[in-house]
């Protein structure tokens, strides 16, 4: 065993066995996420009145799996139609839990506190994923008693069969922004996270009823209802915007609209598509202006469709949103549920895919849609993504979000063989804000760059207590390593680099002999 403190970075050279790596791209910062869908029980629970156990242990295995692929993300629904995931002050539990909207799960727990406690521990960001506006999937669904659409029932409108908030009554919209802000309060969340439905998607031959709202509020002010609309959503995406950073300002706020925010035939900003539906037309959301505003951190086009579709070109919408970010991330939705099917038939379409995103400046990661895609394995999608993700990745830093002073660990102590395994043990400094360490692993006796990912050996969350540790189980005899561990705070800034430090072995064992610094 050894003692010995480091101020900024740690590095260790062992005499063990080789070690090798290839790299097909070796970025050191890519967003790889996956969704999370619960309504209708898409990706979890796996189905309504799972007990309490039976919930955990599937989200557990679904975490476990999106790790061992190369995830560092997830974006998990917490409130599919109003209702929640979490107890709520607002809207009752969801019945995509128990089967019965307003009951909470047997025996009780708070799953969100469970699902965020589970993401931490594995070192992936959670994206808490709202629905806005939605409050029920179909015509005879059952809410309970209480819920705001018996309350109030003023702030609903029925439109295709489900029931909707109406965007453009004020109280309504007070109502849902208070609801979202009740989990940003009460949880560590990382991100807030919406999809592309906002005012909902046209149904044939039913014009949406909000002509009230429109007449009470709306009308005085705009000549077209349209604008109106997209008004409507402005103030709520701005809204909740001004609040969240308000509230903790560490949490990033997300949305995932769809893939075309307008033709160019109808307006010269627009991508040189001919989608039939697009977001300022159709959803009423002026996903552009939100960029440019600065209301969102991030913006995750639904890019669905595949490479050389005609009417919405995967590699033209890429360009696309890349060159209409206004400095903000731009992170793509991949239609991973399609691999196999009609114009899916490339069975490299998805890396074909990754690869050109990775060719574009701009771009900084992907988001897939969704979780069942990669728990069933379809069409082999787990080696496909495997392939694209072989090596560790941080989550890329908005530089417009003020981090806090991280500062690399000092070690404690180190211990073991490479049979046994390695145990290194460290401390953190003082006022430093970590949030996990990033273990570099190289080969030689002289440490490289922190710029190159395939010498991330692993990412360690931190744990509550005076030590932190991590065993190397892999390291072998006769070769010797260099080990660097740095902290990063939970907006992913890293620490700077510090001294070095050569430790001799011995034996076939590889026991450690004598340290040496330089």
Known sequence: MLLMNIRYILFLCLLVCGFTASAQYN??????????ATVANIDWPSQKGLTSQQQQAEFVAILDHLKSIGMNAVIVQV?????????????????YLSGTQGQHPEPYYNPLTFMIEQARLRGLEFHAWFNPYRASMKADFVHAAGHPVTLHPEWFLRYGGKMYYDPGHPEAREFVLQSIMETVKHYDLDAVHFDDYFYPYRVANEEFPDSCSYADYGKSRFEHKDDWRRDNVDFFVKE??????????????????FGVWRNIEKDSLGSNTRAGVTNYDDLYADVLKWLKEGWIDYVTP??????????AEYKTLVDWWSKNAFGKHVYIGQG??????????????????????????GIQGSMYFSTK???????????????????????PVMSWMKGQPVYAPQLDTIAGTPASGLKLAWKDAQNSATSYYIIYRYKGAA???????????????????AVQTWMDTKAERRTIYTYVITAADRLHNESEGGSAYTVKTKGRKGKIRSVTAR
């Open 302 to 311: 639904q890019l669905y469709w595949q490479i050389g579709f005609e009417k």
């Open 27 to 36: 970025a050191k910062r890519e967003l790889r996420a996956a969704w999370i």
């Open 336 to 361: 991973a549920y399609r691999v196999g099917e009609k114009g899916w038939e490339n069975p490299e379409e998805i890396n074909n895919q990754i690869a050109y995103n990775r060719s574009v400046a």
């Open 447 to 465: 440490p490289g760059g922190l710029d190159d990912p395939t010498n991330i050996v692993a990412i360690v969350p931190r744990q509550p207590a």
């Open 79 to 95: 409130r599919p139609v109003a209702d929640a995931l979490y107890p709520s002050s607002f809207e009752p539990w969801s019945e």
């Open 373 to 395: 895609t990669f728990m069933q394995n379809k069409s082999g999608i787990n080696d496909k993504v495997k392939r694209l993700y072989p090596h560790h990745a941080l989550v």
């Open 240 to 257: 909740l915007a001004g609040r969240i950073r308000k509230e903790k300002p560490h949490v990033k706020f997300g949305i995932s609209p």
